[in-house]
């Protein structure tokens, strides 16, 4: 067996040190003479995994006592339709921040639920582009302002200063999907109203989803809503107001105990930093041959996507990486041409990798 | 390591062959190089785990075509929130048939969205009987009548007879909850309009829910929702309109195909009557030393919920039980007591040893 460098953008590759402790402990967890996968959430067991999960994950990312963290399945994109239903009134305005695919999304999960408004979108320029704060119409009673981070397949993620300042907009808090960048740099959460992110990506496995909510929130009377589509009763619960994605909770579990260990989210950052300008210079050095046209300011640490000069390209492309053990290169069907996606488990050695073949690749094809 | 026998009500026992399959595969799924639960959800590889599951699913249950099959995450609890959602107007009567703790759960999600209407309950008699059929109050323009097929706390299982028949109840569709009786026995799919199960009992692996809804329902307006919370779009988007919980979803396609390896739902249906009458004979031969007291002809075959005739002896019945390698003994904590679970992947020889140590137990301390 050999391992390839797997650039998926999620489900994507995680640690193989996490993969290899989730295999010797598959058919017995710690001497318990089962797996974690078939024993109780309620028995101690599992309590110990999700309570070790939830304090290494508030350590790793230095989340504040005034936050609740939540574990659930369903996905971020659940987590977009529940923001309104749990934190708006009817009818109420919320201010939507459009910087690629999946600030569409969200958009279209709230229509139901609250006026929407697209206080700047960056779609004029194909989503390349974060749109000043000064340009933002923000509105004066909005339940909440939501931004995506990291936009996956438009690879353009917020800096630091592009997020609105405490006082910019009042008492209006920031919901910020960080699908795919959560944990991958130093953050102050307390800038931020609400934070969620699928695992799948930078956490850890698919099928569980982080919720981190500034507890004041908790208070807002929100909308009609069953008791499984309400944070309060999940907050209450402990994310085990119903059975939770045990194994998922587990896996995420492992992944954050790795982060920890290889040195935390400042090494992660300067491991980013790195791994992607290794990419970048090789598509900005290319004389086109390879194109990314994205505001280097705003350029995803995350996600690299790109495109060959030739679409004809695109094939020999994928299978020469294949067989060089590149895998998952292709770009998301939304937009075509080639992404790389480079989340904390990938290695920079793959990165590095991958480097060497496109720069190759361009000697033989160019 | 040595495996114990596990009775926990879910998450629950898998097969060890389909645990050591997922060791096998778990750093490199079929030569791939890359873990399945590294995989894009959208690739060739899940693609082919996804499809392979949902066809051994429809074969196993004999599910007929009219019929969608969905992959979710989320649990039954969530699914009992969306089924008024989809499948009623706002407002609009919907039945409830309330034989346990699960039933009241499944009522108590719908409050906001329908007139609930209790159509029959147990609740008078501990929840230790169905219903006769003849009492039920159904409403005549219902949107649906909703049943809980098996209690896994208070261990009451319809039999077929229980069922409303055809024409009983006009066009008004049968909702049921199967999430710890599915695949447990043959069962006729059509006389139901929503078939939804958490899989982590008698399917596989928590952190997955299988929802079967006859098409022709998927018309129904229902009421205004976000559209991840839209049935249509679910079965529009193949259970990927979000990123599925895909290693849940693999894992549930291996012990399906255990299941059909082993015979189908009719040899497990023959496995679960020896079973759980091997639990029961030793309950009712205990000359009230154990206590069972649900109405025999409704006694669940998959759960079976007792009670030792001093309180006193429950711990050292759970410590002894232990040393046994018989754990997860301990009652839910709604009911007390203790349960044993035995679902398809819960062998014979595992129920066998429980009866002999309740019965060893009894002598020593009868």
Redesign the interface.
Known sequence: ????H?F???????P?SV??Q??EE???WH?????I?????R?PEFIQVASEAEADLRKLMSIPDDYAVLFL??????V??LLPLNFAAPGQVADYVVTGHWGKTAL??????VAANVAATSEADGFRSIPARESWQLSKDAAYVHVTANETIHGVEFRDEHYPRSGDVGDVPLFADFSSSIASEPLDVSKFGVIYA?A?KNLG????TVVIIRRDLLERAGQ??????DYRSHVKGESM????????WY?LGLTVKWMLAEGGVEEFARRSARKSALLYDVIDGSGGFYRNEVDKAVRSRMNVPFFLHDEALDKPFLKEAEGA?L??LKGHRALGGMRASIYNAMPEAGVQALADFMRDFRQRHG
């Open positions: 067996m050999s391992r390839v797997n998926s953008a999620g489900p994507a590759a995680l193989e993969l290899r989730a295999q598959m058919l017995d001497g318990v003479g089962a797996s996968v078939e024993l109780s959430h028995g399945g369903g996905g971020a994109t659940t977009q339709a279209k999960q709230v229509k139901p639920y699928g799948q496995p698919v099928g569980i009609p809503r069953a008791d499984i589509l107001l119903n059975t939770p994605p045990s194994w998922n896996l053990g895998i998952s």
